[in-house]
């Protein structure tokens, strides 16, 4: 079990701190490539599995480390008991210790202990297989057509109604599959309680031939409920007979009982469980709306993918383990050099919601601030995750990066192949001079003296115009190239995201898996809605949001 002690007792973490006071000035990266020649090879790793296009390579050679530095950081992971920790995940050991429950998204790829898979003893593991059977037949109906609505047209249209977890890895993963996807089912998503959400989406679509998917684990989160009942009336208003329900409304959820509530009935349901966390559920009964895209072997082939990277991850030396070694660089700007961020940008079209669904998957689980053991953190925990596709971004946010005044650790995605070849490639490998051009100008920047020597004459006139264009470089990167964007690749990159979390949230001590700061938000608002009514309702707030719920009040038609 994580040691839940806050991080600052490791020894190791004493020495990080002394590390970077002592050495920041000779973790220059020019001054560290000069001086080792071997430096790439030294600090990049290649993660490949049995499927042969599906590989990793993590390069994290320009980084501000050396080798002392490195193993400090892997004495930290191991004073903190990271490996032991990750067995425990597998193991099924309730490390989610507020909510006294398992942690085990690894299980819903696990293929049977007969095949390979890993031994994991918790109730509800060996159901996983029966609903993976449940969505294979459900999606293949769907998409062969023999499934009908209550008109026994096929369905054209599947709407997921979810939100957090039960919507932005389907979100995610459809868009990033998308050149695997049946393009004449179109998927549409529908997430935010505004009601514009879900009335652009019904305009897309016919009652005869739409499918609609209600996503919730909880089946109690107030904006999916809100929409799929929406959604129903509509439904209703044209189908009229409830019997119609059950061609066109399926559920997924952990939560028979609110399922069958709502009117859809258990055989229309496909089932997870408690120790599956939302923003980990993309695996889980929680991807239909992925499997009814991509088709069910494509979805099989993502969870083959991130099974893969369990076992990389489970099985590794932490020195050669790639989700530790981003999780523990990321640690060394994060509660060493200050850094505030982290930017993931991806050099592929198809991944440009990768860093929207981590802005979950990461601050969900490490924005935390005590520990395990109840203590307040006096350290660094998760960082801000942003980012977008390149090369967009080089557009709109690089110049901050580049010559701003924060550090800002960046990790680079990039497929070696494109699903899109056109134009004769041209298109890929101009995207992919801009994605090793960019960490490369990050790390090495420009001098004075090459400023001087581009300008000419014009330098001696404009010293201003000299500083403008000076880059400082230094900027850590990681660089991450994948063989092509498959659902195994897919699978793999996300486990690799997944596992890092997890291994920073281990080291900080916290719990990774709650989310209770999502709760206090939820309390008020519903407090509120009951005030909304009448001025005199309004009781109990601040002058400022009484005065904000007021003037609504006054000036609503
Ligand atoms: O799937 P549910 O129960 O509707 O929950 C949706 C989301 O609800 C949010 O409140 C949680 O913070 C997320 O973690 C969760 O994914």
Not at 90 to 117: M, Y
Not at 170 to 190: I, T
Not at 484 to 513: C, D, F, M, R
Request: proline letters at 3%; hydrophobic letters at 35%; one cysteine or more.
């Amino acid at each position: 079990m994580s040691t839940g002690k806050p991080a600052t007792q490791y020894k190791a973490w004493k020495k990080l701190q002394e590390l970077h006071s002592s050495k920041q000035s000779q973790l220059v990266l020019k001054e560290l490539f000069n001086s080792d020649s071997k430096r790439f090879s030294t600090y990049s790793k290649e993660f490949k599995a049995s499927s042969p296009d599906v590989s990793i390579l993590l390069d994290y050679s320009k980084n501000l480390i050396d080798e002392e530095v490195l193993s400090t950081l892997f004495n930290l992971a191991r004073e903190a008991s990271v490996e032991l920790f990750r067995d425990d995940m597998f193991a099924g050991k309730h490390i989610n210790t507020s909510e006294d429950r398992a942690v085990l998204h690894v299980a819903l790829r696990n293929p049977p202990a007969d095949q390979g898979g890993f031994k994991i003893n918790e109730a509800g593991v060996d159901e996983v297989h029966g609903v993976l059977q449940h969505i294979k037949e459900f999606s293949e109906s769907v998409r062969s057509g023999s499934w009908k609505g209550y008109t026994g047209k096929p369905i054209d249209t599947v709407v997921n109604i979810g939100i957090g977890g039960s919507d932005l890895g389907p979100v995610m993963v459809c868009e990033a599959l998308k050149h695997y996807s049946k393009r004449d089912l179109k998927s549409y998503f529908v997430s935010n309680i505004d009601g514009t959400d879900l009335a652009e989406v019904l305009k897309l679509c016919n009652t005869e031939t739409t499918l609609f998917i209600v996503a919730s684990k909880t089946f109690t989160t107030q904006e999916t409920i809100t929409n799929a009942e929406s959604a129903k009336a509509w439904f209703l208003e044209k189908a009229k007979d409830q019997a119609h329900v059950a061609k066109h409304f399926v559920a997924l959820s952990t939560n028979a009982k609110a399922v069958t509530a709502f009117g859809i009935s258990e055989s229309n349901m496909f089932a997870f469980w408690d120790w599956v966390g939302g923003r980990y559920s993309l695996w889980s009964a929680i991807g239909l709306s992925i499997a009814l895209s991509i088709g069910y072997d494509n979805f099989q082939e993502l969870l083959n993918g991130a099974h893969e990277l369990d076992k990389h991850f489970k099985t590794a030396p932490l020195e050669e383990n790639l989700p530790v070694i981003l999780a523990l660089v990321g640690i060394w700007y994060n509660d060493f050099y200050g850094a505030q961020t982290q930017a993931l940008l991806p050099y592929d079209q198809y991944l440009k919601k990768f860093a929207d669904y981590f802005q979950q998957g990461d601050m969900e689980s490490n924005g935390k601030s005590v520990t395990k053991d109840g203590s307040r953190v006096d350290y660094e925990t998760g960082p801000i995750i942003w980012g977008q596709s390149g090369t967009n971004g080089q557009h709109a946010f690089y110049q901050l990066i580049h010559q701003g005044t924060k550090l800002i650790p960046a990790d680079f995605l990039a497929p070696v192949e494109t699903l899109n070849p056109i134009s004769g490639g041209k298109h890929h490998e101009i995207l992919l001079s801009n994605f090793f051009a960019q960490p490369e100008a990050l790390a090495f920047g420009k001098t004075e003296q090459e400023v001087r020597e581009e300008l000419g004459p014009e330098a001696s006139k404009n010293a201003a115009l000299v500083k403008s264009k000076i880059f400082e470089g230094n900027k850590p990167t990681n660089s991450i190239l994948f063989q092509k964007l498959t659902p195994g690749t897919l699978g793999a990159l996300v486990a690799l995201y997944e596992h890092k979390i997890h291994v920073q949230g281990a080291i900080w001590g916290i719990n990774s898996y709650d989310q209770m700061g999502v709760e206090l938000g939820k309390v008020l608002a519903k407090n509120i809605l009951k005030q909304l009514g009448n001025e005199t309702d309004v009781k109990g707030h601040d002058s400022s949001t009484t005065g904000l719920i007021h003037y609504y009040q006054k000036n609503r038609k």
